[in-house]
């Protein structure tokens, strides 16, 4: 669980990414919606999302939209976790105690939210949720008004669900 519902405030943060860079949730929301996706290497399910979530960064992330990862490991093992898996979006490095992830409330990983521009939680989805991928996706074609593409192909069988 969370302790940050749908239509309340995400708390602000700044981390680093893999390559050094310093990401603000502030700065991030200047330009569009956030969809920050919270995960640990370890995490099976996270292993099963992010591939998809890598799709909808490569459909969506760009000059109004951002998505990124926030890493519950340490910088060589996220690294490998996003080569083996394929992620090129900016990945953030949670510090020692998860000080990011604690003040979201998180119990499980992965758990992703897309934050509107005001700040607030517009969808949070806990586990795998392949409905919850889709309207994000849905989401993010109307803020940046472009046509929606499907996230999931017709030739793939894919669970509604996976638990974190």
Known sequence: MTNIAVGHVAPGFTLKSLD???????????????????????????????PYLQR????????????????????????EFNREYGVTFPTLLDGPGYPVSNAYGLSMVPTIFLIEPDGKVKISCMGFDKGDLEKIAAELSQLRKIAAAPLFRSDEVIPAQKPG
């Open 20 to 50: 050094g860079k310093e990401y603000s949730l502030g700065k991030l929301l200047e330009k569009g919606p956030v969809v920050a996706a919270f995960f640990k290497i370890s995490c099976p399910v996270c292993q099963f999302t992010f």
């Open 56 to 79: 909808l960064a490569e459909r969506y992330s760009g000059d109004s939209a951002t998505v990124i990862g926030v890493s519950q490991d340490d910088a060589s093992g996220t690294k």
